[in-house]
């Protein structure tokens, strides 16, 4: 197989379509050439039929040129066999004879399938123009299969996208009669396509809006939107599975067109029945408390808005109870949080069984329940009153979980509308601040807000206020209150004691800012201002005057649970050149108590850096000693009431004298506060009391005083 330029021809390049010129004459490829060199298109040449059919086995042709008087097989043969070979039965056959153009030979070529028949000589115009005419036919037959082949390959394409994915797919006609369905949808309606098809879709769809209405499809607003040639979207419709179950889903529908006319509809769905559950979990979750199951904060507060703009309108009266349980904390640090977890549960059935249909309940957080009581128009103070009782008595029976048996409490506030309060935030407010007073007035109580809470709550906010402004304009002062040391008469100390005078005349003690600030997070900014203040102090004492003394220094509950603390104190001592002995820290045992582990923790670090600390007030609180012996303690201070009634009670004397006695016997100091007579000195020297303190010896003086004395005492002018 020769090109007659000598190229070996394999294929047909550059994608020109391919001609084959099958003559035994090599001559005859050449003329034949020569008319048709502007052809675009590969030639290429067999010299037998043999060959020509061969040649066409294996490349495909556009258009083949038949010679019909070759030897061996002529070209009738040739084409009869080219006509039986699928690959080449449709190549446009031309014949070219130099026989007689008798028609008996024409028709024979049209027999065995020629398309044209060309006699030589041959007429150049003639086979240019029908030789163009066939390639363009190629040209479009083969284009033509081109785009057949993609239409299949996207056709398959589809069909297993739609039996591979999980969206349902549900295609109906203009009648609303079944006419597909892929696996996802036969599996989700239960039924093979078999038996879908030809049904009509309101067996399957709900096609209205409502689950008990059915409809006609052609009522529908589906049909009637994809009538319209618009898509029909649902983000929420119920379809039905063989056994009539019916199932949430999302769908939508498009219509398929013929023209104009909409000939049916394709329904594409998704099952939504674990999203709608999620959705509705999630939905419940943000609306009840999930261990009580009762109505979370959020929720509860809508209904107050709500309780409040029915009385507005109805000119109606409600109540609000806020409920506190009494001793939570301790069930919950003794036993744990699972207990305390399934305690108020128990609380909240307990109550729940006391409120009637209508009223409302919900768990503002932790250990605090609201109640509103909506339902009567009247008496509701008393209605209040009366169920504050009920709860209070059924929550003061023993509790019994896991095997522990315990009693707690609780405290009620109680609110009303329109006496409290008329707005949200008030009457909240209100219903609060009553159970704050119910809980200082001993617990197991309820109380109803009244002015003069108010009163209180507006002087507490009033303080806060004052606090921040203290702090930011730095409006305290330290006094000082000598520390005698009994054996040697001489002053070894002194504790500092915080002042704040708000307007020059009032005084507001530690005992009542103290905790305020502690209450509003702000102690520490405080506290660090004592430490510092102290230091200051202590080295202007050596610095200017050679005094070298030990300052006690009070420490809130918020400053132990500072881990930093200890090494803060340290550092400033260094700081201020300041040796680790002349600071010591007081506090009390309920402090410690609060949180032991961080207290240890505290204790231990500051007996790690050689800085004293003492128990303050020692005597009123846990009055154990078992503990003291198991804490890095330096010195226990004798609660200044027992000094008090050292003449009056014969108790406190044999307290005192105990105390002394077994603080001894652990190896600690004793300090006794609170000392005004002589006679109480003389008592406290006489036991072996280490040191003494207390107006006797003198008041908690301003720093500038205390230096005076300091140097009065060392010169002996005391
Ligand atoms: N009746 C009587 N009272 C005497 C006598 N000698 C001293 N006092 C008073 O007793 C209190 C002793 O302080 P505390 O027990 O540590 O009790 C202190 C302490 O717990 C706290 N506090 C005072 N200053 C500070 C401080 O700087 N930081 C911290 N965190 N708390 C402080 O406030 C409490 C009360 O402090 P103050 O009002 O200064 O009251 C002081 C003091 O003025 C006396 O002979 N008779």
Request: charged share 25%.
């Amino acid at each position: 197989m020769q090109q007659e330029n000598g190229v070996e021809l394999v294929r047909s390049d550059g994608g020109l379509p391919n001609i084959l010129i099958v003559d035994d004459r090599p001559e005859n490829h050449r003329v034949i050439k020569r008319i048709l060199h502007e052809v675009k298109a590969t030639f290429h040449y067999a010299h037998s039929g043999k060959e020509g059919l061969s040649m066409a086995l294996r490349e495909k042709y556009a258009v083949i040129l038949l010679d019909v008087m070759m030897p061996d097989m002529d070209g009738f043969e040739t084409a009869s066999l080219l006509r039986c070979n699928e690959s080449t039965r449709h190549v446009p056959l031309i014949f070219i004879t130099a026989a007689d153009p008798s028609k008996e030979l024409e028709f024979k070529g049209y027999e065995v399938g020629a398309v044209d028949y060309l006699f030589k000589p041959i007429n150049a115009h003639s086979l240019r123009s029908k030789i163009q005419v066939f390639l363009e036919l190629e040209d479009q037959r083969s284009r033509l299969q081109r785009t057949l082949g993609d239409v299949q390959r996207l056709e398959s394409k589809n069909r297993l996208l739609l039996e591979s994915i999980g969206e349902g797919i549900l295609g109906v006609d203009a009648q609303g009669r079944i006419t597909y369905t892929n696996p996802a949808c036969e599996k989700l309606l239960g039924l093979p396509e078999a038996q879908l098809s030809g049904r009509g879709i309101q067996e399957f769809v709900n096609l209205s809006h409502h689950q008990e209405e059915h409809i006609a499809w052609q009522d529908s607003q589906v049909f009637k939107r994809c009538n319209a040639g618009l898509t029909f979207h649902e983000e929420f419709g119920l379809f039905y599975n063989k056994e009539k179950q019916v199932f949430p889903v999302k769908y939508l529908a498009n219509p398929i067109h013929d023209g104009n006319r909409m000939v049916g509809v394709v329904i594409a769905f998704q099952d939504i029945t674990q999203r709608r559950k999620i959705e509705e979990q999630l939905s419940r979750l943000a609306q009840f408390d999930t261990l009580t199951g009762l109505l979370n904060r959020g929720t509860f507060e809508k209904h107050l808005h709500r309780a409040i703009e029915r009385a507005d309108s109805n000119r109606r009266g409600f109540s609000l109870l806020h409920l506190d349980i009494d001793h939570f904390r301790q069930v919950n640090d003794q036993f744990g949080h699972d207990v305390g977890d399934l305690l108020l549960q128990e609380v909240s059935h307990r109550v729940c069984r006391l409120i009637r249909d209508g009223d409302l309940i919900g768990r503002l957080g932790g250990d605090e329940f609201i109640i509103l009581l909506e339902s009567f128009t009247e008496h509701h103070n008393r209605n209040a009153a009366q169920l504050a009782e009920r709860i209070i008595d059924v929550l003061s029976e023993a509790f019994k979980i896991h095997g522990h048996e315990f009693f707690i409490g609780a405290s009620i506030g109680i609110a009303t509308f329109p006496e409290s309060g008329e707005l949200f935030e008030p009457l909240l407010q209100a219903a609060e601040l009553a159970m704050f007073k119910a809980k200082s007035s001993g617990r197991q109580n309820f109380q109803f807000f009244t002015e003069e809470l108010q009163q209180q709550a507006l002087a507490a906010m009033e303080l806060e206020r004052n606090l921040r402004r203290a702090l930011a304009q730095q409006e305290f002062e330290l006094y000082y209150q000598p520390k005698l040391e009994l054996g040697s008469g001489r002053i070894l100390g002194c504790e500092a004691l915080v002042r704040w005078k708000p307007d020059g005349n009032m005084t507001i003690g530690p005992d009542t800012f103290i905790p305020k600030l502690e209450e509003m997070g702000r102690i520490g900014q405080l506290g660090d201002w004592i430490i510092d203040q102290v230091c200051r102090q202590l080295k202007h004492w050596r610095d200017e005057h050679g005094l070298s003394l030990c300052v006690a220094v009070n420490l809130s509950v918020k400053q132990l649970q500072q881990e930093a603390l200890p090494e803060q104190v340290g550092l400033l001592l260094d700081q201020y050149e300041l040796p680790r002995d002349c600071i010591e820290f007081e506090i009390t045992e309920s402090m410690m108590m609060h949180d032991p582990e961080s207290a240890v923790a505290t204790l231990s670090a500051f007996q790690f850096l050689g800085i004293a600390v003492s128990v303050d007030d020692f005597g009123t609180g846990y009055s154990s000693f078992g503990y003291l012996q198991h804490l890095p303690l330096d010195a226990l201070k004798i609660d200044r009431l027992f000094i008090q009634r050292l003449f009056q009670e014969e108790k406190s004397a044999e307290i005192v004298r105990a105390i002394i006695s077994l603080a001894h016997n652990l190896n600690l100091k004793v300090i006794a506060e609170g000392v005004e007579t002589q006679q109480q000195l003389a008592f406290l020297q006489d036991e072996g009391c280490d040191f003494a303190q207390g107006y006797l010896i003198s008041r908690p003086v301003p720093a500038e005083e205390m230096t005076q004395l300091l140097l009065g005492h060392r010169d002996g002018k005391q």
